[in-house]
């Protein structure tokens, strides 16, 4: 029993989509526009692609994916973050770019994962005959908690997004409160000075005029 329970949780592991992943971080100067690849070595993959500017600017980014055709997979511009999943039919090299060519200034720090998974699913043969409602609950189990540590893991990406978001805006605050008490002081001492000598001019003024 114990034997085929264990065969069990291999099969429905060895079932589980074989995938790979590339999570980065990444300065784009301004003007600058930077391009990532991802292989496919068979048709009918799901690729995952997902993006978020971290800091810089307005928190937009242009973006486009083409096929290893030279073909449009996915395009947009000033886009703050995106989540996409489509399928890639052909084989070959997938080109992810992004673009900062609308700023002339801001540098812009972009997060950004591809996840290339495979749907075929591998076969494990087993000793002996197990039940296939068990192995069809394991593999159930197996691929809930899966797709619990996904949205665990796009929730941290969204909560690291708005507190690096957020973190900036505070920044950019503090940054317009000092240069604005600054000037604010020195326009206090430019016109305490000033009154100073009006008060002064006008009583040298009275004195000459006495004498």
């Given amino acids: 029993m114990i034997f085929a329970i264990a065969v069990a949780v291999l099969v429905a592991v060895f079932q589980a989509p074989i995938a790979s992943a590339t999570a980065l971080t990444y300065n784009m100067d301004a003007n600058e526009r930077a391009c990532f690849y991802t ?3 068979t048709p009918g993959k799901k690729v995952a692609f997902y ?3 971290q800091s810089g600017g307005a928190f937009d980014i242009d973006y486009a994916v083409t096929k290893p055709s030279g073909q449009l997979v996915l395009d947009g511009e000033k886009e703050k973050q995106g989540d996409y ?3 890639a039919n052909d084989v070959g090299e997938y080109e992810f770019c992004f673009s ?8 812009k720090v972009v997060d950004f994962e591809i996840h ?8 494990l043969p087993t000793k002996g005959q197990n039940p296939p409602e068990q192995t069809s609950n394991l593999e159930e189990s197996i691929m809930k908690i899966s797709s619990q540590l996904s949205t665990i893991s ?19 605050t503090e940054s317009r409160i000092f240069w604005f008490s600054l000037s604010e002081s020195l326009m206090m001492m ?3 000075c000033l009154q100073v000598f ?3 001019t006008f009583f040298s003024t009275r004195t000459k005029t006495g004498v």
Avoid at 100 to 107: D, K, L
Avoid at 116 to 123: F, G, I, K, L, P
Avoid at 154 to 172: D, I
């Fill in 85 to 87: 999943v489509f399928t």
């Fill in 100 to 107: 900062n060519q609308m700023s002339t200034v801001a540098e």
């Fill in 154 to 172: 796009r929730n941290q990406k969204y909560f690291r997004t708005r507190e690096n978001r957020n973190f900036s805006t505070v920044r950019s």
């Fill in 51 to 53: 993006f978020a500017v």
């Fill in 116 to 123: 290339v998974e495979d749907e075929q699913r591998a076969e």
């Fill in 39 to 41: 292989w496919v070595d």
């Fill in 198 to 200: 009006i008060v002064r």
């Fill in 190 to 192: 430019t016109m305490s």
